[in-house]
C-alpha cells in the first residue's frame, strides 16, 4: 500500500509558482520521500528526492517539514509542459533493498 | 528515456495466449523492474531484479514471469493472459542505489489489451 496521501487534482496558471502538497505521516526514519511525474502515458520522469532536509534542483524544489509527515514540491514558474500526474513516493525498504511503492498522484493542470 | 526501450509498444492479444513483453537498457543499470498501471491509478510493483542471478516477486506478481537474460535485458511474460491484464506495463531500471539514492528510469511503455 503507498504511504503517501495526494490530492487527485490541482491547477495552476502558466508562469505562477505550483505548490502540491504530500502528506506522509507514516514515514519511518530512514525513508527517503521521493517525486515524480507522468505526462500522458509517457514513462515516470524523477524530479527530485530528500530525507529531512530541503533540497532544489532544476526542475523544482522540495520542502519537508521539521516532524517529516509532510512535504511540498514546488515548481517555481509552471508551464504548460508541466501538466501531468505527481507523484510523491517514500522509499521503502525490502530484504535486500529499497522499493518504490507509487500512490495515484496528483493531476496537475497548468493554465494558459 | 531513450536508454531504456520496450517492444514491443502495443500489443493486442486473445484470451490465454502466451505474451513475451521485453525490456532493453544501455545504462549499464544492475537493476530492473516491471510495473504495471491501470486507468486512473499508479504504477504497482510486478517483478524486480537486482542482477542476472537476482529476481523477486513484487506487490502483483501472480499470472506473471520473468526472465533476466543479461544485465541489460528484461522480459515479462504471460503464460496465459487474460482480460483484466489490460494495463499499460512500464519497465525501469536503477544503478546499485547508495543509502540516499536509487533514481529509477523508466521505458516508453507496453500498452496491452487482452480480448
Known amino acids: 500500500d503507498a504511504k503517501t496521501t495526494q490530492p487527485p487534482s490541482m491547477d495552476c496558471a502558466e508562469g505562477r509558482a505550483a505548490n502540491l502538497p504530500c502528506n506522509h505521516s507514516?514515514?519511518?526514519?530512514?525513508?527517503?520521500v521521493y517525486w515524480y511525474r507522468q505526462i500522458h502515458s509517457q514513462g515516470p520522469q524523477y524530479i527530485i528526492h530528500?530525507?529531512?532536509n530541503n533540497e532544489t534542483n532544476e526542475m523544482a524544489s522540495l520542502i519537508i517539514t521539521e516532524d517529516r509527515k509532510s512535504s511540498t514540491l514546488i515548481l517555481p514558474h509552471a508551464t504548460l509542459r508541466d501538466t501531468a500526474v505527481y507523484y510523491c513516493?517514500?522509499?521503502?525498504?525490502?530484504?535486500?533493498?529499497?522499493?518504490?511503492?507509487f500512490g495515484s498522484g496528483t493531476r496537475l493542470l497548468v493554465r494558459p | 528515456d531513450a536508454d531504456v526501450t520496450q517492444t514491443p509498444r502495443n500489443r493486442i492479444t486473445k484470451t490465454g495466449k502466451r505474451i513475451m513483453l521485453e525490456c532493453s537498457q544501455t545504462?549499464?543499470?544492475?537493476?530492473m523492474y516491471w510495473y504495471r498501471q491501470d486507468p486512473g491509478l499508479g504504477l504497482r510493483l510486478i517483478y524486480y531484479?537486482?542482477?542476472?542471478?537476482?529476481?523477486n516477486k513484487g506487490e502483483i506478481s501472480d499470472g506473471y514471469s520473468v526472465s533476466r537474460q543479461a544485465q541489460a535485458k528484461f522480459s515479462l511474460s504471460l503464460e496465459s493472459a487474460i482480460p483484466n491484464q489490460t494495463a499499460l506495463y512500464f519497465c525501469?531500471?536503477?544503478?546499485?542505489?547508495?543509502?540516499?539514492?536509487?533514481?529509477?528510469?523508466f521505458g516508453p511503455g507496453t500498452r496491452l489489451t487482452v480480448l
Open positions: 525501469a531500471t536503477s544503478d546499485s542505489p547508495g543509502w540516499s539514492t536509487d533514481t529509477q528510469y
Open positions: 507514516t514515514i519511518s526514519g530512514n525513508e527517503y
Open positions: 530528500g530525507l529531512k
Open positions: 513516493i517514500v522509499r521503502v525498504a525490502t530484504d535486500s533493498s529499497y522499493k518504490l511503492i
Open positions: 545504462k549499464g543499470h544492475d537493476r
Open positions: 531484479s537486482f542482477d542476472v542471478k537476482d529476481i
